[in-house]
């Protein structure tokens, strides 16, 4: 691999979700090897694992030359009872003590939803969640990152569903381990998705972005996903509002695809590359 098209890479990051079939480990020598930079780390694919094992694992990460740039996924705060509620947060100090080991310098927040909850009452459980954990959080040095989700998961994944409500929530906790992470995916439709993002730089809470493509028609709602280029999202004009609100961070890769997980990961991973530097 040339080295013009190693600085091509210097930015590029991919979710381990992405390349599903492969263990945490087969992501790492993989990724590395196709000039990949940085590696978002699912939780799932650290089940088993203690905090000295997840430790090693981001020993092994940092190795390989890759960034750690996040861990995914905390959040679901909402629940009926305060039970629910209650085993929400303890999961949720689970994710910080893991990120921590593996060296995550944040956690990507799916806020959740219930049905049955009203949206308002759901984002009020959303806001008291992660202030409960703030300081579990600082002490960690752990930001807590909230991904807005595109209005089709607001009855039962996300009841954040526009980057103004994950700002709201910022300006509302006024924290500085409160954060956003900002998917096209859920976000590109949005007519004050740019106005937003340059909210979101000033409040010093830019904290992610997270790349692929919208298929039209789509097959599944969570997971048909496309590749950057198969789809309609005007990528390289969100990452230009994105970058000139000063964001500096890793264009992360993160595709949940029945159609692209049937494939040969290799192959996948060579088209992803390929995708990223024709289209994002």
Request: glycine fraction near 8%.
């Amino acid at each position: 691999m040339s080295a013009s098209e190693l600085k091509d890479f210097s930015r590029l990051a991919i979710h381990t979700i992405t390349t599903k079939a492969w263990s945490l480990e087969e992501c790492v020598d993989r990724f590395s090897g196709a000039g990949v930079k940085g590696i978002t780390v699912w939780r799932q694919a650290l089940e088993g694992r203690n905090d000295v094992a997840i430790g090693a694992a981001g020993a092994r990460i940092r190795g390989a030359g890759l960034e750690v740039v996040s861990l995914c996924r905390g959040g679901f705060f909402p629940g009926k009872t305060e039970a629910d509620r209650t085993k929400a947060l303890d999961d949720n100090r689970r994710a910080i003590a893991e990120a921590a080991a593996l060296g995550a310098p944040l956690i990507v927040l799916v806020c959740g939803a219930v049905p049955g909850i009203p949206l308002e009452e759901a984002r009020k459980h959303i806001a008291d969640g992660i202030a409960a954990l703030l300081p579990e959080a600082s002490a960690a040095k752990v930001k807590l990152s909230i991904e807005p989700l595109h209005p089709m998961y607001a009855g039962d994944r996300s009841a954040v569903n526009t980057l103004g409500q994950a700002n709201d929530i910022v300006e509302q906790l006024r924290s500085p381990w409160v954060g956003v992470a900002a998917d096209v995916f859920h976000l590109w439709w949005d007519p004050a998705l740019e106005a937003e993002i340059a909210r979101c730089a000033k409040l010093g809470a830019l904290d992610a972005f997270h790349i692929c493509d919208w298929l039209s028609p789509m097959a599944d709602m969570l997971n048909d996903r496309g590749l950057m280029g198969e789809g309609c999202i005007p990528i390289r004009k969100i990452r230009g509002w994105v970058e000139a609100a000063g964001f500096k961070g890793f264009n992360e890769v993160e595709i949940f695809s029945q159609r692209h997980w049937a494939r040969d990961p290799k192959d996948f991973l060579k088209d992803i590359t390929a995708a990223y530097l024709k289209h994002s």
